[in-house]
């Protein structure tokens, strides 16, 4: 019998650079995304530019920092995915027809913000972006499909990033502010649920993960940029409630489990630091509406100096979130001791563990470690909870009569579906459920197609080629029976 309350929210995520191409047109300006090429498991992801004498060049786009006098630049020889990801800005009528079919009650996607504000700078937001989403929202409502949105998903317009150095600048707070109004009161009475920042965690997070040369002013960078965006998603809370009290906001994190890989007293005390860093550091602000008190060692641990005054500690305060939200894919194992065994692929850090499954890209499959996650989190925080991504990026094979079998990914959720069946009779407050990639769209990490998520294939290869045709995998009509039976019919 299933636990699932009714009402629950059933649904798919996506994210605009992700997903929605039509890079460059409607108005819209660039993003960082549009000047990253593809890459693999195996090979990263670059970022190309101009110096400043005119020379192109292409650098790994983790941790990359623009020398000066520098532009970002689009450069002919390389291949860039996210122009047209998996073309959502031509094709939405489609694709929100096949997200009815599954019965979706609700769809997490994102706002484009150079599709609203090309530079960031405007005074006024480019119109033909604001009826774009518009649409989209009207056909999800006469769906009966309630929007999801996360403002902020990997997506500042590239001219801030070039010209206002990002988010280390604190002018951003406020021309954030300013396209989350515009979003708050444009879609009102279209749009419920927002979520400011997605994955806020992974600017610290990713820092060890990545193999970046993490010196203190790296860590300075990270913790002053997270400063600036947490006072932008405070604001942006108290702004919306004075908009529409209807309004819910939400954090969003990236949800790793982790677990200590030994007895070792050593072992279990930093794995306790790790979640304080890289989970709850974020959260804690956002949720409590002011910085935990292990920030201090955080802070220390790089000399880190962010001049918090009176006047932010009041908008944090004012600004906390309505419900918590996360990301899951896969737990981490961790040791302060040497081990050969260790977990690779993008975002993993740590040591194997020897009673988990890995994926050809190395992600631990952990459903235990989801129900383990939200009793954490329920028991932190005590607000409602949605897992906004979860999922299995994946090899799919179309057989010669088109069809598409991916036992597999329906093992993979049907493990994970059971274990959220638990963490709710154990009485965790969760309320929704978006599977990441719920149609097939440009991998985050790797810039692939082939690392395929989705319920719905996308006739898209790595290089960009193919007709853009929609079909339905199997996983398709098993979630759709999911769906029907909120949660009971797992078969």
């Given at each position: 019998m299933s636990h699932f309350p009714n009402g629950f929210l059933w649904g798919g995520?996506?994210?605009?650079?992700?997903?929605?191409?039509?890079?460059?047109?409607?108005?819209?300006?660039?993003?960082?995304?549009?000047?990253?090429?593809?890459?693999?498991?195996?090979?990263?992801?670059?970022i190309t530019w101009i110096d400043k004498y005119g020379s192109p060049h292409a650098s790994p786009s983790h941790g990359f920092i623009l020398p000066e006098g520098a532009s970002y630049a689009v450069l002919e020889?390389?291949?860039?995915?996210?122009?047209?990801?998996?073309?959502?800005?031509?094709?939405?009528?489609?694709?929100?027809?096949?997200?009815?079919?599954?019965?979706?009650k609700v769809f997490r996607m994102s706002i484009s913000w150079s599709r609203l504000y090309p530079t960031g700078m405007e005074d006024e937001p480019n119109q033909e972006g604001v009826e774009f989403y518009r649409q989209v929202f009207q056909e999800l409502k006469a769906h009966g499909i309630e929007p999801l949105v996360t403002i902020w998903h990997f997506d500042t317009p590239l001219y801030l990033?070039?010209?206002?150095?990002?988010?280390?600048?604190?002018?951003?707070?406020?021309?954030?502010?300013?396209?989350?109004?515009?979003?708050?009161?444009?879609?009102?009475?279209?749009?419920?649920?927002?979520?400011?920042?997605?994955?806020?965690?992974?600017?610290?997070?990713?820092?060890?993960?990545?193999?970046?040369?993490?010196?203190?002013?790296?860590?300075?960078?990270?913790?002053?940029?997270?400063?600036?965006?947490?006072?932008?998603?405070?604001?942006a809370v108290k702004l919306a409630h004075e908009i529409d009290p209807e309004y819910k906001l939400g954090c969003m994190i990236c949800g790793i489990a982790f677990y200590p890989a030994t007895n070792d007293p050593n072992d279990i005390l930093l794995n306790r630091n790790l979640w304080e860093k890289?989970?709850?550091?974020?959260?804690?602000?956002?949720?409590?509406?002011?910085?935990?008190r292990f920030a201090k060692r955080l802070w220390k641990e790089h000399d880190v100096d962010l001049a918090i005054s009176e006047e932010d500690r009041k908008i944090l305060k004012e600004g906390t979130v309505d419900f918590y939200t996360f990301s899951y894919y896969m737990s981490n194992s961790i040791t302060t001791h040497q081990a050969e065994d260790k977990a690779g692929g993008n975002g993993v850090e740590g040591v194997k563990n020897p009673y988990l499954k890995y994926s050809d890209w190395g992600w631990a499959f952990d459903?235990?470690?989801?129900?383990?996650?939200?009793?954490?989190?329920?028991?932190?925080?005590?607000?409602?909870?949605?897992?906004?991504?979860?999922?299995?990026?994946?090899?799919?094979?179309?057989?010669?009569?088109?069809?598409?079998?991916?036992?597999?990914?329906?093992?993979?959720?049907?493990?994970?579906?059971?274990?959220?069946?638990?963490a709710i009779e154990e009485g965790v407050d969760l309320i929704g459920y978006t599977t990441w990639g719920c149609i097939d769209l440009v991998s985050a990490g790797t810039g692939e197609m082939r690392k395929r998520y989705g319920f719905i294939y996308v006739d898209m290869d790595d290089e960009g080629n193919g007709s853009m045709a929609r079909s339905k995998k199997d996983s398709f009509y098993w979630y759709k029976k999911v769906i029907a039976s909120n949660g009971e019919d797992l078969a």
């Amino acid at each position: 019998m299933s636990h699932f309350p009714n009402g629950f929210l059933w649904g798919g995520a996506t994210a605009a650079n992700q997903y929605e191409g039509g890079w460059n047109e409607g108005g819209r300006g660039p993003s960082l995304s549009d000047v990253t090429t593809g890459g693999s498991v195996n090979s990263p992801r670059m970022i190309t530019w101009i110096d400043k004498y005119g020379s192109p060049h292409a650098s790994p786009s983790h941790g990359f920092i623009l020398p000066e006098g520098a532009s970002y630049a689009v450069l002919e020889d390389y291949y860039y995915p996210n122009h047209k990801a998996t073309d959502f800005y031509h094709h939405w009528k489609e694709d929100i027809a096949l997200f009815a079919e599954m019965g979706f009650k609700v769809f997490r996607m994102s706002i484009s913000w150079s599709r609203l504000y090309p530079t960031g700078m405007e005074d006024e937001p480019n119109q033909e972006g604001v009826e774009f989403y518009r649409q989209v929202f009207q056909e999800l409502k006469a769906h009966g499909i309630e929007p999801l949105v996360t403002i902020w998903h990997f997506d500042t317009p590239l001219y801030l990033e070039e010209q206002k150095n990002g988010w280390n600048n604190r002018e951003l707070v406020d021309l954030y502010v300013k396209f989350a109004k515009t979003c708050f009161e444009e879609y009102k009475g279209l749009v419920k649920y927002w979520l400011t920042f997605n994955e806020i965690n992974n600017t610290v997070m990713f820092l060890d993960m990545f193999g970046n040369v993490a010196n203190d002013e790296a860590f300075q960078r990270a913790y002053l940029q997270l400063h600036h965006q947490f006072l932008a998603s405070a604001k942006a809370v108290k702004l919306a409630h004075e908009i529409d009290p209807e309004y819910k906001l939400g954090c969003m994190i990236c949800g790793i489990a982790f677990y200590p890989a030994t007895n070792d007293p050593n072992d279990i005390l930093l794995n306790r630091n790790l979640w304080e860093k890289n989970i709850f550091y974020c959260s804690d602000v956002q949720c409590k509406g002011e910085y935990p008190r292990f920030a201090k060692r955080l802070w220390k641990e790089h000399d880190v100096d962010l001049a918090i005054s009176e006047e932010d500690r009041k908008i944090l305060k004012e600004g906390t979130v309505d419900f918590y939200t996360f990301s899951y894919y896969m737990s981490n194992s961790i040791t302060t001791h040497q081990a050969e065994d260790k977990a690779g692929g993008n975002g993993v850090e740590g040591v194997k563990n020897p009673y988990l499954k890995y994926s050809d890209w190395g992600w631990a499959f952990d459903p235990v470690g989801l129900r383990y996650f939200l009793k954490v989190i329920d028991d932190r925080y005590h607000k409602p909870i949605m897992i906004v991504e979860n999922g299995l990026g994946a090899y799919d094979k179309v057989e010669e009569d088109g069809s598409i079998h991916d036992p597999f990914r329906i093992e993979y959720y049907r493990k994970h579906i059971q274990e959220m069946d638990k963490a709710i009779e154990e009485g965790v407050d969760l309320i929704g459920y978006t599977t990441w990639g719920c149609i097939d769209l440009v991998s985050a990490g790797t810039g692939e197609m082939r690392k395929r998520y989705g319920f719905i294939y996308v006739d898209m290869d790595d290089e960009g080629n193919g007709s853009m045709a929609r079909s339905k995998k199997d996983s398709f009509y098993w979630y759709k029976k999911v769906i029907a039976s909120n949660g009971e019919d797992l078969a």
